[in-house]
Every structure is written in structure tokens, then in C-alpha cells.
């Protein structure tokens, strides 16, 4: 996870709150510009995993490719988001997610917004207000923070220590290596992983797992 900074919500989304009495979630149809637009404030990865996101597809000649969902940080269904029912369409609680093995995996493998459902989180993992080192990475690519109660939300609301995110991130890594030795076989020089770790820094769209690779290239740098 990264802290993310708020761009200009869809024309479509503030015109039906304004004009709408009671606007819901629901009732907005213009979702696919609100999935542009948060790819693009994201960077095109999932604000929990960082796995690549993307908008939905609608091919003419066969059924709609979803891609992504739209997260409410505070779920509509919860005891805050009943409580404030405005925060259904407020962009601040809105965010890209991945599918998160909705439909697909077990409840086990799930992750992310999928297996989040209508819990609330907490407040230390709000996506707008992300303190660095809140979360961290161990070079297994467990993710953990030294919260307990972050870090129990990390792991049972989020799971985003199951199989396939972690796979994810393990996969990112070993990609990072063979790029690297690929170019100069043994040669992880400081000038090398500083140079990687800037390019990553200033991609757009981001790497998936873009966070754990920073991890292992920042500590490579340490040790060099």
C-alpha cells in the first residue's frame, strides 16, 4: 500500500450527487469514468495489493470484461457507511481495487476489497492518510505492519498475505533480479540500484508490487 493523493473526480459523479435528491451508489451509471479516473490518480495498480488494475471492458460482440472493482474505503453496508450514507458517492472514499479473486477463489484465497466485504478497517490504512512505514515487507513478501490491530487487518480483512498476492509480489522480485543481472550479470552496484529505484519511483503507470520491489532494492542498497 501507498498514500494516495486525490485528483478531480469525474464530471459525471458531481453532477448526479447534485442533482440528485438521495444519490447512491447504485444509481450512478457513469461507473467506467470513475474507474478511468482513479486508474489514473492510482497509477493503474489496486490501492491494497498493488497488483495492475485496469477499466472494465465491453467488447461488442460478447458479455463485459471486468477488470477492476470500486472500493469504498468505509463500506456502505457498514455501521459508518449506514450512518453516513453520503460517503457512498464521495470520491475521498472511493478507491481502484483489484477483482480479488471474487467469483474464483475460495473465501481462504480471497484479498483485498472482495474479502474485505463490510468491514471497516483501520483508520491507519486509509489510502489518503497512509503513514510510510506503516506497512512493511519481509523478503519472504509477507506484508505486516508493527500495529496489531493494523496488522490484523493486513492479514484477516484484507488477506493480503494469501497465495496469490503474495505469488504476485514474488514474481515482481524475481523479475527485478533478472532485469538487473540480465544487463550486468552480479552488478548491483549503488549507482544501479539507485538508478532502479528512481525509475520505478517516477513510472506511470507504476509496476505491480511496486512498493515490495523498492523494498528489496532499497535494501540491496543498504548492504552495498
Not at 486525490?6 to 470513475?34: C, F, I, M, N, V
Amino acid at each position: 500500500m501507498r498514500r494516495i493523493a486525490k485528483q478531480k473526480e469525474p464530471p459525471t459523479l458531481t453532477e448526479y450527487r447534485q442533482g440528485t435528491p438521495h444519490p447512491t451508489w447504485d444509481g450512478y451509471a457513469d461507473k467506467r469514468s470513475a474507474q478511468q479516473a482513479l486508474c489514473e490518480e492510482q497509477k493503474s495498480i489496486c490501492c491494497f495489493c498493488q497488483r495492475r488494475i485496469f477499466p472494465d471492458e465491453q467488447p461488442t460482440d460478447r458479455a463485459l470484461v471486468r477488470n477492476m472493482k470500486i472500493a469504498h474505503f468505509v463500506p456502505r453496508k457498514s455501521k459508518a457507511g449506514q450512518k453516513d450514507p453520503a460517503l457512498e458517492v464521495t470520491w475521498s472514499n472511493l478507491f481502484g481495487v483489484c477483482m480479488g479473486g471474487e467469483g474464483r477463489a475460495t473465501a481462504d484465497e480471497q484479498h483485498c476489497d472482495t474479502k474485505q466485504g463490510n468491514a471497516e478497517l483501520h483508520s491507519e490504512l486509509h489510502p489518503l492518510f497512509l503513514k510510510p512505514g506503516m506497512v512493511k515487507f519481509r523478503r519472504s513478501g509477507e506484508v505486516y505492519s508493527d500495529q496489531d490491530e493494523v496488522n490484523a487487518d493486513l492479514n484477516q480483512k484484507l488477506n493480503l498475505n494469501a497465495r496469490t498476492p503474495k505469488a504476485g509480489r514474488l514474481a515482481a522480485r524475481d523479475a527485478l533480479i533478472q532485469l538487473i543481472e540480465a544487463k550486468k550479470p552480479g552488478h548491483w552496484s549503488a549507482a544501479t540500484i539507485s538508478r532502479r529505484i528512481d525509475e520505478i519511483e517516477r513510472q506511470a503507470p507504476l509496476e505491480p508490487y511496486c512498493d515490495f520491489l523498492l523494498f528489496i532494492l532499497e535494501e540491496r542498497l543498504r548492504a552495498s
